[in-house]
């Protein structure tokens, strides 16, 4: 009973002894931040001028308006970026304006107030085919919370993806991935005893949507991509799906049948590959021992006309390559991968009540 009462006295003095630590933030103040980009898709290209905010500011990055944006070559050609609103401008490039691979361009910004930011020159280089896009049943094990906001890991079964490319140069194979994907979904709805069938396509979960995936080609040897996986998405986020259809109507069941998916795959110079590579790190990083530690993402621009000025941010230039495929996992967690030439005309978050004459079926 003495050992009892020691032990609680103990821990009385340790707790009212206790005090909340609240570390010192340091404001860094505000800067430009600058993200852009031209390839050679013709197509609507995207230049980003937005505003950092301190720790203690509201989470709201206010855009920059009114400045000239372009994107020079090495002829002194200009594509002009026109002013969307909200520091959004917007390029609708051409077959003849678009970038060439072997051509050297450099973003310029001149804000309203005259201040000029400049990117490093960056060469195009050729993205090599994509060989394979293709998917693999697996488990991964996740950093999550329990219902006392403890720190828990659980294993989930997830669908992986992995992709492979052909080699193409002898150096500097740095790439980017994009991706957009989509969902199918089939649903039997039963009315007065007769069934009915709900075709429909969705947008994968958002919760994936600012995921990014670089890859140093020269790695893996052969100057090849083999079997590196770009991301996995928990099976649990492509079956748990419920449909939308009228009230007087009974659910009998739904199935997923399928992910629609484009990858595009982007050339990068080695410092862009450097600026995505960090920022994927830190994204990935989960606060496990070995994750990357914390480090100061650099960019490829700078202020030329006050080096005083401070700006953080990337432009690339960039040979782009896509790859469009089906991608299947099934209740018994078989997969199975088809490469197809494009999106399905249902690709939206439609719906048709009889069968697509583009819907693929699953092979399971």
């Known amino acids: ?178 991706y957009r994907a989509y969902e199918e979904h089939h649903s039997e709805i039963r009315y007065n005893f007769d069934d009915y069938h709900i075709y429909r396509h969705r947008p994968l979960s958002g919760k994936y949507s600012n995921i990014i995936h670089t890859v140093n080609a020269d790695e893996f040897g052969n100057f090849e991509v083999r079997n590196d996986e770009l991301m996995y998405i928990l099976t649990d986020d492509l079956k748990n799906y419920e449909p939308i259809y009228p009230d007087t109507f009974e659910l009998m069941s739904t199935r997923f049948e399928g992910l629609l998916f484009k990858l595009s795959q982007y050339s990068l110079s080695p410092d862009a590959y450097t600026f995505y590579r960090d920022a994927e790190d830190q994204l ?33 230039a960039a040979d782009v390559n896509d790859y469009y495929a089906y991608l299947y996992i099934s209740t018994r967690n078989q997969t199975y991968s088809l490469q197809i030439d494009t999106f399905p005309e249902l690709w939206l978050d439609t719906c048709s009540w009889t069968r697509p004459d583009d819907w693929i079926k699953p092979v399971f």
């Not at 930011?117 to 697996?138: A, G």
């Not at 530690?293 to 000025?309: K, L, M």
């Open 1 to 178: 009973m003495q050992r009892l009462l020691f032990i609680l006295s103990v821990l009385i003095f340790i707790t009212g002894c206790s005090e909340v630590y609240e570390p010192d933030i340091e404001d860094v103040g505000t800067f430009l931040s600058i993200e852009g980009s031209i390839s050679t898709q013709p197509g609507e290209n995207t230049v980003l001028l937005t505003y950092s905010k301190s720790y203690n500011e509201r989470p709201y990055f206010s855009g920059q308006s009114g400045a000239d944006v372009n994107v020079v070559d090495d002829n002194g050609n200009r594509v002009h970026y026109e002013d969307m609103g909200g520091g959004v401008y917007k390029a609708n490039v051409t077959a003849d304006n678009a970038a060439k691979i072997g051509s050297t361009y450099y973003l310029e910004v001149i804000t309203r107030e005259g201040v000029i930011f400049q990117s490093t020159p960056q060469l195009v280089v050729s993205s090599p085919e994509i060989k394979l896009l293709y998917c693999r049943y697996d488990h991964r094990t996740i950093l999550t919370e329990n219902t006392y906001g403890d720190a828990l890991e659980q294993e989930f079964p997830v669908m992986a993806l992995k992709i492979e490319t052909n080699g193409i140069l002898p150096s500097d194979n740095y790439y980017l991935y994009h």
């Open 284 to 316: 990935e990083a989960e606060g496990r021992l070995f994750d990357p530690s914390f480090a100061q993402v650099t960019g490829n621009i700078e202020c030329i006309s006050d080096p005083e000025v401070e700006v953080k941010g990337v432009f690339y």
